[in-house]
């Protein structure tokens, strides 16, 4: 459904992509993590045609966006940075207008995407009388109208409380299942990323560092949950083992390494151990290994 092959861009001089490519399925539900300024942004700048790439392209359902714009994005939806809205106009009046740049202005779809959105009751009210969550709301409106096949959303629940995060959670989760509506996304939450992706891409300092399945991370070395004191001199003996420090308190153990040896050797050296337990490997700790 989405393919982004070879990207590359610079803005003064300074590398932004290097080389990025990766590609979505239809009805998959695709995340793109990394720090501030490690392309995401930039890669659906480009995808939506709004910033132009040195080299490569993104292609929707085999069309290019850099050479058939308008054809590629006929069914996209995005809400791509900070949403902007007409604040002295209704959300209704704001959808009419906005829909209307487009193509001819639906009420029928209209009211059915508000309703969807929870919006209803607030539709007629100034945008400027909306919380911060009600905005996030009426720009996924904004974004369902084109009935979209692929759906991009860049830091979609950024500033929202946990309630307004679980609800947009499972509302992109239920778009996908009824209508198989495939979803690219940047975020930083990273636990919310673990629930509703298929696959992730890890992008640093513009080139992408892992790629893989969500539900396949458990796979990897066994990560251990510990407290040790004092901490820099556990982290020599641990590190002589051949164990990976992902995180003050948390570590990767060698597939072949016994804890409980590993234990006795942290006592053995002087090491306090007040706690050392196995935890379910996440998508945070495969972030903090390789961005750090």
Not at 122 to 137: E, L
């Amino acid at each position: 459904m989405l393919d982004v092959q070879n990207l590359q861009k610079s803005f003064g001089g300074k590398p932004a992509l290097k080389d990025l490519a990766f590609e979505v399925g239809s009805g998959e539900i695709f995340g793109l993590l990394g720090h501030n300024g490690a392309g995401k942004s930039t890669t659906l700048g480009i995808i939506l045609g709004m910033v132009e790439p040195d080299a490569g392209e993104a292609r929707i359902e085999g069309v290019s966006v850099q050479h058939h714009r308008a054809r590629a994005l006929q069914r996209v939806g995005s809400i791509f940075e900070s949403p902007s809205f007409y604040d002295y106009l209704s959300g209704w009046e704001n959808l009419r207008i906005l829909q209307g740049y487009s193509g001819p202005f639906d009420e029928e779809s209209t009211r059915e995407v508000v309703e969807r959105v929870g919006l209803s009751e607030r539709i007629r009210s100034k945008v400027r009388t909306y919380s911060h969550g009600m905005r996030q709301r009426l720009a996924l409106a904004q974004a369902l109208l084109p009935e979209p096949k692929v759906l991009l959303l860049d830091e979609p629940t950024d500033g929202l409380d946990p309630e307004g995060i679980k609800w947009f959670r499972d509302f992109i989760l239920d778009l996908r299942r009824e209508r198989g509506t495939t979803v690219l996304f940047n975020s930083h939450l990273l636990a919310e990323v673990e629930l509703m992706c298929d696959r992730v891409a890890i992008l640093k300092r513009g080139e992408r560092v892992f790629e893989g399945r969500v539900d396949e991370l458990a796979s990897g070395d066994p990560v251990y949950e510990v407290a040790l004191e004092p901490w820099d001199g556990a982290v020599g003996f641990l590190e002589l083992q051949g164990c990976h420090v992902i995180a003050p308190g948390r570590i990767a153990l060698p597939p072949d390494a016994d804890p409980a040896i590993l234990v006795a050797g942290l006592v053995g050296s002087g090491i306090r151990v007040s706690a050392f337990a196995p935890v379910r490997r996440s998508l945070e700790d495969l972030y903090l290994e390789i961005t750090r």
